[in-house]
């Protein structure tokens, strides 16, 4: 007799296995004809092969590729460049600094990222600082304020800044808020609802909810923008949160942010509404948010954005370039140092040719898995030369960079895979020589509050140390 029970299940089984297997053929083939780098691709498929369901879910989570992807038509890009280029091309062009106008010339190409002239720059150190001059811009605010941060804390700093933003639109002026779903997942709802209820318009960057869960949650906005009446902006690493005013457990919390007064705003005001048309469907071009003719000083600045869409690594890109193109020296502040191999080869390659090479990170960092990972490439560093320090006064979380006493970019992209390949970020790069020095000097006064890594030191830690490192560093790409 059959056992008809039995014979059903048997059946549904195979089916299963079939389908589950024939899931992660499809993959594997669509992972290989993405072209990606062979380490990635090779990683991926040994992972389906031998992990399968585990596998499957990381890919959902981290490994789907979005780049061939568009966040606006290129009709509706060339609406929101129109008013920035009109600016840009009123400009002398021999007064462009010449010294790099291939990387200028780089980021026009891949982004449509005007240089503009005319700019008025302060830097900001302290999360106290920037939090005053956040707030008296706020307060002096006509027409709209845009604000796009990757945290926006419901704490003391949080809430005084929103209530500072809903005092605005009570009066008036247009208020537009973006925060990232997955950096403020845990800050309650009703934070934002009360700006709602006050006249603010609020999105969450890509919301990640069941079932569209997969690999939303990958793909983060990470930038700090701010824009007020299409005049003042502000970029840098500062979220809105306590702990960038009042530091950590082990120190202060010591951070770069900027605030651009002229022309560049214009940069600023289209990533912001860029970001605002991907969530909000509504493209805004009107001259009031792009005022003409600012002139506030002589800097010439670059606002350059990237993100795990399009078909270049913007960011990244340029600064492979910078590096390459160093006579005398550069400069790094940053929080984590989980380098592309693009990267890795840029510094060793310039430090090796007599570059001075300084790369400065935390002695202690907010994630211990990062930190980890961090350590596995100091000793590639070292050997090629590079000058590495730790700081020793708190969490260093600054995204400084400088070169040359001619260039330095701020902004919120960390030196690692998760920035280059996989946040929506935001850097100011500032052609300036006064500007350049004064953040030279900033990163040697940090210096004096640094213990500087020596190899020969360094290769005497544990093996276990060494081993545990060298494991993390192979989920770099998705820390």
């Not at 934070?191 to 079932?211: D, S, T, W, Y």
């Not at 202060?252 to 990533?271: C, M, N, Y």
């Not at 970020?425 to 004096?448: H, K, P, S, W």
């Amino acid at each position: 007799m059959i056992d008809w029970t039995l014979l059903l299940g048997q059946i549904a089984g195979t089916v299963f296995n079939v389908l589950y297997l024939a899931l992660i053929v499809g993959i594997i083939v669509v992972i290989i004809l993405d072209n990606r780098n062979p380490v990635k691709t090779l990683a991926w498929v040994l992972v389906l092969i031998f992990l399968p369901f585990i596998g499957l879910v990381l890919y959902f989570f981290f490994g789907r590729n979005q780049r061939h992807e568009r966040m606006i038509s290129r009709k509706g890009y060339n609406r929101l460049q129109k008013k920035p280029m009109l600016e840009y091309m009123s400009q002398p062009s021999n007064e462009i600094p010449a010294d790099y106008s291939r990387l200028i010339s780089l980021f026009q190409n891949t982004i449509q990222s005007f240089p503009f002239d005319g700019n008025k720059l302060e830097a900001f150190t302290t999360g106290e600082g920037m939090l005053q001059a956040l707030l008296r811009e706020i307060q002096g605010a006509t027409h709209h304020i845009h604000v796009e941060f990757y945290i926006f804390e419901d704490d003391a700093i949080g809430r005084i800044v929103r209530d500072a933003l809903m005092q605005k639109a009570r009066e008036g002026v247009e208020v537009r808020v973006l925060y990232d779903d997955v950096g403020c997942w845990h800050v309650p709802k009703r934070f934002f609802e009360a700006m709602r209820e006050n006249g603010i318009e609020v999105h969450a960057f890509l919301e990640v909810r069941f079932p569209a869960f997969t690999s939303k949650m990958n793909y983060r906005n990470h930038r700090k923008i701010v824009v007020i009446d299409g005049r003042i902006g502000f970029i840098g690493g500062m979220n809105l949160a306590e702990r960038y005013v009042r530091g950590v457990s082990w120190g202060i919390w010591r951070d770069t942010h900027l605030l651009i007064e002229g022309k560049a705003v214009h940069g600023l005001q289209t990533a912001f509404l860029l970001d605002w048309y991907f969530m909000d469907r509504t493209l805004l071009t009107k001259a009031c948010y792009f005022p003409k003719g600012i002139t506030e000083g002589n800097a010439w600045a670059q606002i350059v954005t990237s993100e795990p869409v399009g078909n270049w690594k913007e960011i990244m890109q340029g600064l492979a370039m910078a590096i390459y193109r160093a006579r005398k020296y550069f400069y790094i502040q940053t929080p984590y140092f989980l380098p592309t191999e693009t990267i890795l080869v840029a510094l060793q390659t310039a430090a090796l040719s007599g570059v001075d090479i300084r790369l400065m990170l935390p002695q202690h960092a907010d994630s211990r898995l990062t930190h980890l990972a961090t350590c596995s490439y100091l000793s590639d560093m070292l050997q090629a030369g590079v000058k590495v320090y730790f700081y020793q006064k708190g969490f260093l979380h600054s995204k400084l960079m400088v070169s040359d006493d001619q260039l330095a970019t701020i902004g919120s992209t960390n030196m690692d895979f998760r920035s280059f390949e996989h946040n929506f970020e935001v850097n100011a790069f500032i052609y300036d020589t006064e500007f350049a020095l004064q953040m030279r000097e900033v990163f040697l006064q940090d210096q004096r509050d640094c213990e500087q890594l020596h190899l020969k030191h360094w290769q005497k830690r544990p093996s276990s140390r060494k081993m545990l490192e060298s494991f993390v560093r192979l989920l770099s790409p998705l820390l």
